[in-house]
Every structure is written in structure tokens, then in C-alpha cells.
């Protein structure tokens, strides 16, 4: 391949000097080859490139950065950038889109481990390189590899990696996407395919939920206030609730979908990883060098105080016409769309408390949030003449709408002196995210930046890995050998109907039917949807 390099494109000189915050570290001035493999998919279209366009953006790569993309389709450069220009266009300046795409270049191959054309690819990165170096002193470069491909052919594009196309002066990391496997057996086997070829601290397996505005503050949040490590305990806790709903069904996806289903696909991976940053206890260290392996210990600790889930702490749904969906080929499936899955973890600190993990598909309304309901106030029904006050809540909305509140007492306005329950609130969406539009990076780009940093703390260790499976692959053979039926429910609902009964038993959740929600300047009654 005859590529033109990046060096040679004219760049606003104004945008190259603007500092940003990681303008005096040392990899942003040397040489940067991106390889996006995949690169022809949805996944890249619609995740990566305008992730890597943000970061172009926002000065966050380096000046002189090239990206490569890898994939069986037989197209040429000039056909992949009009592939990539619907799904940036409006995410920045025109120009500075046109900059971004001309340093977007493609290379084909008969397979994903296709030797001669990885090789191909290996000289067009190594002459990039060297004209780094012979017109700048550039004489380091490094190369970052995305792989926006599904897990049966990680084996064979690592092997090609590794023989052909690793940096030779710099460091070369991989970015996996999830799935990690569908049980515990077929993890280790991933895990083994790519471990045969990098070690893991070459590699850095994507949660995109990790890169959320809200889950990167829960450290800061949990470790920099003073009150808040009193009361987060058994002493104070009666439950925690991690919520996942969507209001759209499969969608073409039921094929791929069928064969996970919301456990796998939400709770296994998402909820659970937000939980262990939620729970668990304070690392020695908790930003700068080796911060991020004292961070993934404290959550495979967590990990580890966790039993197996068993049949009788799972409650299943499935939407009704799920079925419909014309990639589905089981028609009598038995996939769950819905679940609601209740944990322990037996430490001094959480011993007792229920962890509820609730998440589905074609319900009322979009939202994921993490809920922490804490015990009555003691003697308060005395103390108030009998009056049945409150419990406070601490709720993080994650989307949409990003805000923190805290549900609180107050007295009734007026002559009475009735509590009643009101909040105590950080609308962050309101207040931070909609005057600047950097404060809240997409996931991914957060995430890209974070790799090229070689900050670990977001990404999923192996270890990590297995134990979840070990947690969830018991109850999820029993599902499916033993053909457990979910509950039906309607397209647009809450659920099905007998899900109530069965949170309400196994968290202790107690309800304020009277809670007052402030929308805006209107005060209304909340529906039991919305608390």
C-alpha cells in the first residue's frame, strides 16, 4: 500500500498548542498508530471512529496520528471515509472532520488472521513511523489496537498481531470488547486465546459502563467526603438496588440476544462491575502510578465475598412477542428480557445487606441508576407522635439526566410539623454538563484516553472475569438446562406484574407512596414508576 501520511496533512497550528491535561505527558509527543480491526462494522462506524473523533477534537491524540482500520471487506480508503463521514457529521467542525478522515486509512484482508496482509499493514505503520522520525526526531512510536470484532476470531487476530505488526520501540495495547464468553468455560477460553499471545497488562477489555460521568465520580464521591463513610455500612443500609431498563425491545437483534439474554447481557457484566466500585472498600491509592491495580484488587476482593446466585433469588421475564423478532429461530425460547437477581456479600462491612440487580427491555421508560435505601431513623415514629416517617435514599442517576439526590426530611411546610420527604440534589446534567462540553466525554473516548494513558483502573481484569462467572454460571446452566419459563409481560410496562411482590420480599424496600417529586417549578405525586 502507497499511503500518504498524516505528517504531511496542514493542521491549524492553533489547535496542535492548545494544552490540554495530558499535554506534558510523554506519549502524546511521540508517534501514534491506531488500528481500528473491524473496522468495515456497526460497532466502529457508530462507537469508535466518532470516539477517536472526540478525542481529535479535544487535542487528546497525538499531533501526527494515523488510524488504520482492519476488516474482510474489499473497499479502499476513499470508500471507508464516505462509510465513516454519516456518522461524524455534526460531532465537530467541518474542517476539522475532513482533517480527521484524511488520516483514516483501510487495509483488507482475506481473514482476520491473514498474515500477508498484516504484514502489508506492519510497513505502511513502519513507514509512517520513520517518516516520524526523519522530519521530526520522532523516534519512538506506539500503536494502539481496537478489536470491534466478535470473540471466535480473537485468536486468530492476535496471533497475526503478534507476529506482524507490534510496535518495535513503543508500547502496543489491545482494547477488547465484550462479550467475555456466555458461562465460566467458555471465558477461561477467551481469557487463554489472547493470553497465549499478550500479557495482561497489554490488554484492556472495554465496559463502556466504567466510562460513565457518574461511575468515574463514585470513588471520589465515596472516598473524599467524610460522611459518607459513616453511613455506608450494614449499620445504616437495608438494601441497594442497580437499575438497568430500555424501552425498546430487540429490535433485528433477537438472533444475537437469544443467545445471552439480560443476565448475561447487563447484569453479569454492567450492573455488577458499577456494584463493585459501589461496595468496595477503599484502595490505598486511588489516582497516579499504580493506582489501578490497587483499585482491581479491592474489586476482586469484593468479588470474592460473594456466593454463587441460586434459582430461588432470581425472578425471570420475557416481553411479550419477543419471539416475533425474525432473527430469533427458537420460537418456544425461553430467554429472559427481564430479571431481577438479589445477592449478598458476606464481609464485615455489607453482611446482610440485600443487593438487588434489576434490568430489562421494552419497559415504560429509559434509565439506569443505583439506589441506596437506608434504614428508618431510630424511634422516629415515636418521636413524631406515630407519624410513619421516611426512609432516606441516596439515588445516582446514571442516564438520562445525570444527577445525584439525596432523599431527605424535612417539615411540612407551613403549620404542621409532619415530616415529609424531599431532596437534597446535584442535577449534574443542568449544572455542569450542559455549560461545558467537556466535562462529559462519551464512555468510549473516556476510555480510548485511558488506555493511551495506561490507566487500568476502568477495564476489567481477568481475574475479575472468572469470578463473576463463577458467581452467575451455576444459576444460568440451571435456567437453561432445566428450561425455567419467565413471566410474560406487555410491551411498554413496568414489568410483569408478579415482579413487585417478589422485590418487595427480597430487598425490604419500603415505599413512600407520598414523596412529592419537584419537576422543574411543578410539585406533583410521583408514580411508583418514577421513585
Excluded at 425498546?248 to 463493585?276: A, K, P, S
Excluded at 458476606?346 to 434489576?358: D, E, L, S, T, Y
Aim: with cysteine; hydrophobic share 35%.
Amino acid at each position: 500500500m502507497n499511503k500518504a501520511h498524516p505528517q504531511s496533512v496542514a493542521v491549524d497550528s492553533k489547535t496542535v498548542e492548545k494544552l490540554t491535561h495530558v499535554s506534558g505527558e510523554q506519549w502524546i509527543k511521540e508517534g501514534l498508530a491506531i488500528i481500528i480491526v473491524g473496522a468495515s462494522g456497526d460497532l466502529a462506524k457508530k462507537k469508535t471512529y466518532p470516539s477517536l473523533l472526540s478525542l481529535f477534537t479535544g487535542n487528546l491524540l497525538p499531533s501526527n496520528v494515523v488510524i488504520y482500520g482492519y476488516a474482510r471487506s474489499k473497499i479502499t480508503d476513499e470508500q471507508l471515509r464516505a462509510k465513516l463521514r454519516p456518522y461524524l457529521d455534526g460531532k465537530a467542525k467541518s474542517d476539522v472532520i475532513e482533517d480527521f478522515l484524511s488520516r483514516c486509512y483501510y487495509q483488507a484482508g482475506d481473514c482476520y488472521g491473514d498474515l500477508v496482509s498484516w504484514s502489508s499493514l506492519n510497513d505502511s505503520i513502519t513507514q509512517y513511523e520513520q517518516d516520524l522520525k526523519d522530519t521530526k526526531g520522532i523516534d519512538r512510536s506506539n500503536r494502539l489496537f481496537y478489536f470491534a470484532i466478535p470473540p471466535n476470531v480473537f485468536a486468530e487476530t492476535g496471533g497475526a498481531i503478534k507476529v506482524t505488526c507490534m510496535s518495535p520501540n513503543g508500547f502496543s495495547r489491545m482494547i477488547v470488547e465484550k462479550p467475555f464468553g456466555r458461562d465460566l468455560e467458555s471465558c477461561k477460553d477467551i481469557l487463554q486465546r489472547l493470553g497465549q499471545h499478550f500479557d495482561e497488562q497489554s490488554l484492556y477489555r472495554i465496559d463502556h459502563y466504567l466510562g460513565k460521568e457518574l461511575v468515574q465520580n463514585l470513588m471520589v464521591m465515596r472516598f473524599s467526603n467524610l460522611w459518607m463513610e459513616n453511613i455506608w455500612n450494614r449499620n445504616c443500609v437495608q438494601c441497594i438496588i442497580l437499575t438497568f431498563k430500555e424501552p425498546f425491545g430487540t429490535e433485528g437483534r433477537g438472533g444475537y440476544f437469544d443467545q445471552y439474554g439480560i443476565i448475561r447481557d447487563i447484569i453479569q457484566n454492567h450492573l455488577l462491575q458499577v456494584m463493585c466500585l459501589l461496595c468496595m472498600e477503599c484502595p490505598n491509592k486511588l489516582d497516579g502510578p499504580g493506582s489501578g491495580e490497587k483499585i482491581r484488587n479491592e474489586k476482586v476482593r469484593l468479588l470474592e465475598a460473594m456466593p454463587p446466585v441460586t434459582i430461588d433469588e432470581v425472578f425471570l421475564g420475557q416481553y411479550e412477542g419477543y419471539t416475533d423478532d425474525e432473527t430469533i429461530t427458537n420460537k418456544d425460547s425461553n430467554c429472559p428480557t427481564f430479571a431481577i437477581i438479589r445477592c449478598f456479600i458476606n464481609n464485615p462491612r455489607w453482611a446482610g445487606v440485600p443487593i438487588i440487580f434489576k434490568a430489562g427491555k421494552a419497559l415504560n421508560e429509559r434509565k439506569a441508576e443505583m439506589r441506596v435505601q437506608f434504614k428508618p431513623a431510630p424511634a422516629a415514629e415515636t418521636l413524631f407522635n406515630g407519624v410513619e416517617v421516611p426512609r432516606n435514599e441516596l439515588v445516582m442517576k446514571l442516564q438520562p439526566g445525570e444527577s445525584i439526590y439525596l432523599k431527605s426530611n424535612i417539615k411540612t411546610p407551613g403549620f404542621s410539623s409532619t415530616p415529609i420527604q424531599s431532596e437534597l440534589e446535584v442535577k449534574y446534567d443542568t449544572r455542569y454538563l450542559a455549560k461545558c462540553s467537556s466535562c462529559n466525554p462519551d464512555a468510549y473516548s473516556r476510555l480510548m484516553l485511558d488506555v493511551l494513558r495506561g490507566r487500568s483502573a476502568n477495564f476489567v481484569r481477568s481475574d475479575e472475569l472468572i469470578r463473576a462467572w463463577e458467581i452467575f454460571t451455576p444459576v444460568l446452566h440451571q435456567i437453561d438446562e432445566e428450561n425455567i419459563r419467565p413471566h410474560s409481560y406487555k410491551v411498554g410496562s413496568r414489568g410483569p406484574d408478579e415482579a413487585d411482590k417478589f422485590f418487595a420480599e427480597k430487598s425490604g424496600y419500603l415505599r413512600n407512596d407520598a414523596y412529592i417529586w419537584e419537576d422543574g417549578n411543578i410539585c406533583r405525586r410521583t408514580t411508583p414508576a418514577e421513585q
